[in-house]
Structures are given as structure tokens and as C-alpha cells.
């Protein structure tokens, strides 16, 4: 029997899981997923918390004693989240240490109503960095114009970063811009360039989500002929630009410094089309380097599924952008769509921090009034 995920692993695509759970890391199951499933890293946001607090009994210790201590929600929050991430780095460090950090990574979002806010993004990180305390750690930190010097900033104090919410290549230029420029930043504070790492998280299925709902508006056999194939072609585009980018003297200089490669996420990952193939955005982008992060239904998918045929990535880029050139023609205003999902990121993340904050809240008042 063929073991698809190793030979995704083996085309140079590291597997995370775009989950995380008190549950998932008690019953051992992280790190069967671990052994099993070659999953190398994790990623959390706050809908994932959300949702992990709503369910069992996992937190209610933590809960108990944080009621009876008398922290208010917002203390609470970090305690609960950090926690979790902190386990979980120390359940991936095994994979850092053997892949000398590579891999192994955990990643934890800064407060998502920050978002706008560069000097709290900051702050946030630090404290963040400073409550998990594990070399493993990713910090969040959305790609919004408010957060690249933050990134930046953040990267100079030699903090490892996730770069998150990105849908647009002129924005995802602009990351890794603001990747060079903390790498350039940190080794004048004297940091060690090749303790520090990233990845720059491009979001997929969520660009087809909203394209095809546009294309479905225009009506015409040529714009419904477009549908499904948006997400594919930005995120090659992205893989095109990254490339471009590690070609340039500026990279080759911090790369002979010891720095390493920010590389190229796949997030949103989960096909949101019941019509279109459970695998497709990891099938179809299959490139050295990359990251691509599966919600725990994808990963299975592929497990059972995947079909993995070699790059699908680099012999595709002129096909790419002729999708992109006709989407044009068709009437889609790509600008428009990366500004609402970008708008529709931080919101959608904020509504799910206010959810996880209404849920730690109606937990303390219960565990208190129950003690």
C-alpha cells in the first residue's frame, strides 16, 4: 500500500496541521499524527480555539482554577491558548531537533483586533514569544499594511514569524521584503540569522470562494468556464515571485550570513466546493520548499486519495497567468477581491477572538459559581 504523504514529504512539501485542541494533545493524538501521518507542524488561529474550547471537558481544570484566581477573560485567554501551544511545541521538538529547524514548528496569531495596530502587533509578539517560551514557535502576525514593520520589527528582535492572511502578490512581495529587512535588522543587533525563521502563509481556496461568487455574477459561459482555478494560479504566481525573489543580491547576502529561506505556505487549504476534488489544493501545488497546512479532513483525504505526480507548481506559471489575464477580461477586479478578503480575514478572526472570549467567560463564571 502506498504511503501518499511520504511521498508528498518527499517532493519537499512539509505537512502541518491547521489544528489544535487541549483533547488533541492529551489523548496523544498529535503526536500519532506525528509518527503516522508525517505531520511536521501545526498551525492554530483564533476560530481553531474557539472551537476547541466549546467542546469536552479538556479545559475545565484550567478553567477552575483560573476563576478561582480571579483573572479576567483577556489574562485568561493567553493562559489557555499558551498552554496548548506550548505543549505542542515541546510534542513537534523532537522534529525541529532532527530537522535542525525546519520543521517542528507551532504557530500562535497575536490578538486579531490588533491587526490595524503596528506598535500592539509588537507588543503582542514579544509577549507572546516570551509567555510559550519554546524555539519552536511561530508568532502570527497578519500581512496587513499596519503589520508588515511590525514583522519586520518583530524578525530584528530575532522572534520567529508566521506571516498570515496574505492574498495578494504585490502584498506578499511586500512580506518578503519585510522578511529581508528584519533578517538585515536582526544581524546588526547581532542575532544569529539561522536561529531565526518564517513562512509566508498564501491563502488558496478562499481566493476561488470569492472569484467564482463573482464569476457566477457575470453569468456568461466564458466567466463560468473561469470558475475553480483562481486560488491554483495565485498561489503559482506567489511560488513565481518567490523565486524571483531568491534570485536577487540582496538574498544571496543574507542567505551567506546563515539566514534561511521564508518559505511559502499553502493555508486555507480545504476545498470549500463539494463539486471539486477533496485533494486538489495539495495535489496541485506541489513544489520544493513549500508548507502546506491541512485542515485534519484534507490530510486524510490525501492520505486516502492524493494523487502525487512531481512538482505541479514551476511548469505552470504561463498558464497562470493567462487565468489571470482572462479573469481580467471577464470583468473580475482582482484588487477589489484581495482588498475585501483581506477585509473579511481580519474580521472573520476578530468575530472568532469575541467567540472565544464570550466562551472563556460564560466557562469562569460557571466554574465560580460552582466553587
Known sequence: MSDILKELSGEGVSIWLDDISRERLRTGNL???????HVVGVTSNPTIFAKALSKGDAYDEQVRDLAVRGVDVEEASRAITTYD???GCD????VYDRTEGLDGRVSIEVDPRVARDTRRTIAEARALWWMVDRPNLFIKIPATEEGLPAITAVLAEGISVNVTLIFSLERYGKVIDAYFAGLEKARE????LSKIASVAS???SRVDTEIDKRLDKIGSDEAKALRSKAGLANARL?????EEKSGTDRWKALKDAGARPQRPLWASTGVKDPDLNDTLYVDELVAPGTVNT????????EADHGQVRGDTVRGAYDDARAHMAALKDAG???DDVVRVLEEEGVEKFEASWKELLDTITGELESKKAGA
Do not use: S
Not at 238 to 242: E, I, K, M, S
Open 31 to 37: 503526536a500519532e499524527l506525528v509518527k503516522d501521518k
Open 85 to 87: 501551544i506550548r505543549w
Open 91 to 94: 510534542v513537534l521538538r523532537p
Open 189 to 192: 543587533n547581532g542575532h544569529d
Open 202 to 204: 498564501f491563502f488558496v
Open 238 to 242: 506567489a511560488y513565481a515571485l518567490y
Open 294 to 301: 491541512m485542515p485534519e479532513a484534507t490530510l486524510v483525504a
Open 332 to 334: 473580475v477586479d482582482y
